[in-house]
T-cell receptor, first 116, second 113 residues
Framework: DGGITQSPKYLFRKEGQNVTLSCEQN?????MYWYRQDPGQGLRLIYYSQIVNDFQKGDIAEGYSVSREKKESFPLTVTSAQKNPTAFYLCASSISGTAAGANVLTFGAGSRLTVL | GDSVTQMEGPVTLSEEAFLTINCTYT??????LFWYVQYPGEGLQLLLK?????DKGSNKGFEATYRKETTSFHLEKGSVQVSDSAVYFCALKGSGGYQKVTFGTGTKLQVIP
């Protein structure tokens, strides 16, 4: 079945360490996204990529980095510069352009990061 | 910029009760509107959508009508079940070129037997 796989599901990190969250999709979607979810704040966009080898900052990109070397993969690195990294991270993908379904996001199951 | 405001939760209902979760939005042009649902420990899933004024989205007994005159997209269900307990997010995507999806803060629904 097509979908988005995020790993790990749970991750613990010491302060000062960088961690990388994996996101892989087999939906053949061009666009991919990373969101951060905190209680009572909904979802906030960290980074997005509309095509391979290109990505843009979202609303809260500071302290995060991404790469998009392959269409199916969009890993997120949470760096030591991120002041409050404990959160639930969600990866999503969508069709690009104006095709039917281009507005709809498909989400992975999420990764919960806890900084000790 | 675009914004979505939805009623705060948690909302607690008895099984078979009627559900309304209010959602209003601010956006230029003609955005597409969505309701997503998140079950505990999972990612979000699309519940329903509407892409133009007066469209009604529906799925699994849930409905929402795109009301441009009141900039609203309220979610309704006539008879909730315990399995509907989840967090519901209203969202919009602006029209024209690339537009990000803007989410509301989510409304937690708890249905008790």
């Amino acid at each position: 079945d097509g979908g988005i796989t995020q790993s790990p599901k749970y991750l613990f990190r010491k302060e000062g360490q960088n961690v990388t969250l994996s996101c892989e999709q087999n939906l053949n979607h061009d666009a991919m996204y990373w969101y951060r979810q905190d209680p009572g704040q909904g979802l906030r966009l960290i980074y997005y990529s509309q095509i391979v080898n290109d990505f843009q900052k979202g609303d809260i990109a500071e302290g995060y980095s991404v790469s998009r070397e392959k269409k199916e993969s969009f890993p997120l690195t949470v760096t030591s510069a991120q002041k409050n990294p404990t959160a639930f991270y969600l990866c999503a993908s969508s069709i690009s352009g104006t095709a039917a379904g281009a507005n709809v996001l498909t989400f992975g199951a999420g990764s919960r990061l806890t900084v000790l | 910029g675009d914004s979505v405001t939805q009623m705060e939760g948690p909302v607690t209902l008895s099984e078979e009760a009627f559900l309304t979760i209010n959602c209003t939005y601010t956006a230029t042009g003609y955005p597409s509107l969505f309701w997503y649902v998140q079950y505990p420990g999972e990612g979000l899933q699309l519940l329903l959508k509407a892409t133009k004024a007066d469209d009604k989205g529906s799925n699994k007994g849930f409905e929402a009508t795109y009301r441009k005159e009141t900039t609203s997209f309220h979610l309704e269900k006539g008879s909730v079940q315990v399995s509907d307990s989840a967090v519901y997010f209203c969202a919009l995507k602006g029209s024209g070129g690339y537009q990000k999806v803007t989410f509301g803060t989510g409304t937690k629904l708890q249905v008790i037997p």
